[in-house]
């Protein structure tokens, strides 16, 4: 029989400004202005017998809040690594600063509550 795979989850948040570059409501956007981000990083695994967890999320936590630091309050367009500083680029930012985690997140969310957008980057077979 395969082996229950669970997936735990850790949300954070960070205020951060861009700019963008787009073809549509181009004036707006094209200006330094700011947004509040949340972002979601799972991770999927079979549990750890002796601890009865995937990760302890306690592990999760520091190395999100290591992410964080990266992005709070910081202009997203001189993020080294980062690219444009789109939604799309963000998740992949996120997934490559956490790919030394073990196990290794399976999805990264990045979403902007106040507007209703989001992201989702599936990163498959990262699972424990
Ligand atoms: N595929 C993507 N499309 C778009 C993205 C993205 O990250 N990926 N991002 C944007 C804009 O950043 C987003 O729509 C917000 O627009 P923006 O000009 O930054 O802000 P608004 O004026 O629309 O919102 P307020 O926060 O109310 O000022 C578009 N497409
Ligand atoms: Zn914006």
């Known amino acids: 029989m395969s082996q229950a795979l669970y997936t735990v989850s850790q949300r954070f948040f960070f205020d951060a400004a861009h700019t963008l570059q787009r073809d549509i409501e181009a004036e707006g956007s094209r200006r330094i202005h700011g947004h509040t981000y949340h972002a979601e990083v799972s991770v999927q695994g079979p549990l750890n017998p ?6 302890d999320l306690g592990h999760l936590r520091v190395h999100l809040a290591g992410v964080r630091e990266q992005l709070d309050h910081h202009l997203l367009d001189e993020v080294p690594g980062l690219g444009k500083p789109t939604l799309e680029n963000l998740c992949a930012f ?3 600063a956490l790919s030394g985690m073990n196990p290794p997140p399976s999805r990264v ?3 902007r ?3 209703g ?3 989702v980057l599936d990163l498959p077979g990262r699972s424990a």
Do not use: F, K, Y
């Open 117 to 119: 957008d989001s992201c």
């Open 113 to 115: 509550e106040a507007l």
């Open 94 to 96: 996120i997934a490559r």
């Open 50 to 55: 002796d601890s009865g967890m995937v990760i």
């Open 109 to 111: 969310r990045v979403w």
